[in-house]
């Protein structure tokens, strides 16, 4: 009879986990997505929809019915009710990261600044003749509502010789070449080969910006990008197969890049290479 009772007890155990499903139901990841080349946001995130959170049927788009009946968005982290009158101490908070969910457009819909606008402008009223000191060593502050190119679209207006940082007003860019007249940058763009010429081993001359770019690219890599998103400026000299060939890399990077990127998730390499999927650099092998 024992027995007999532990067999329906069993069968009932059974059959209440297949009515209420999986036990443990897997949450959903981003990272997981990322793992797998899925970086373009609007995949999911559908432009112009009411909420920010994606319909499952979107999933469907690439998941078949039955990955979605196991899988659970879990918890959302959304703003709360009082986000309109509180958003300011929000996002001034050290760990504040808006524009991963928002674009910039998103803030400036009521952060003009014009009289059109109730919404005051966030920033001080001398934050022009102020910003490069409030910017210098705190890229992180501009970045939670500003884009990088945000930058470009104002400094393209000025000469580049108004607007360069300290460490770019001896730039090899504006010294001349011995002997042909032209400026280094002039040269370059002429006959990239011919640096070799008095540069045969690939070291680079010793003047102020040579000095101090490197430390100031590790420092922020961001704030070289703000006015050089393409990197073309570091391929002048960076390349393995023109100009200096000052290649950043190690001789030994072949059999030890590998290790590397998985050490930082590839997070080092992407500051100068797109992600792995998209960077041709990178597809020659992989």
Known sequence: MRVRTLHILGAAWLTAALLVGPAGAAEFSHQT?????????TVCHKPGALSIVPKKDACLECHDQADLDIYTFGKLKTHGPFWATEHERDAEASNANCASCHEQKFCLDCHKGDPKHQRPDIH????????????????????????????????????????????????????????????????????????????????LSSHEWTRDH??????????????????EVCLRCHSATRGLKANPHPKNWDDNHERLARASDERTCEKCHEPKSRDPVCQRCH
């Not at 997505?33 to 946001?41: A, L, W």
């Not at 102020?130 to 190119?149: F, L, M, T, Y």
């Not at 580049?160 to 860019?173: A, F, I, P, Q, T």
């Open 214 to 231: 490197e430390r100031e690219a590790r420092r922020s890599l961001t704030t070289c990008q703000s006015c050089h998103p393409r990197g």
């Open 124 to 203: 001080v009223a001398d934050f022009v003749e102020i910003h490069p000191i409030r910017a210098w060593g705190n890229e992180d502050a501009c970045r939670k509502c500003h884009e990088v190119s945000f930058c470009t679209d104002c400094h393209n207006r000025f000469r580049g010789e108004d607007l360069k940082v300290l460490s770019h007003r001896r730039g090899w860019s504006d010294k001349p070449v011995s002997g042909s007249g032209r400026r280094h940058a002039e040269q370059f763009q002429a006959d990239p080969d011919s640096c070799r010429q008095c540069h045969p081993g690939g070291i």
């Open 33 to 41: 997505h990322r793992d797998n080349d899925v970086t373009d946001c």
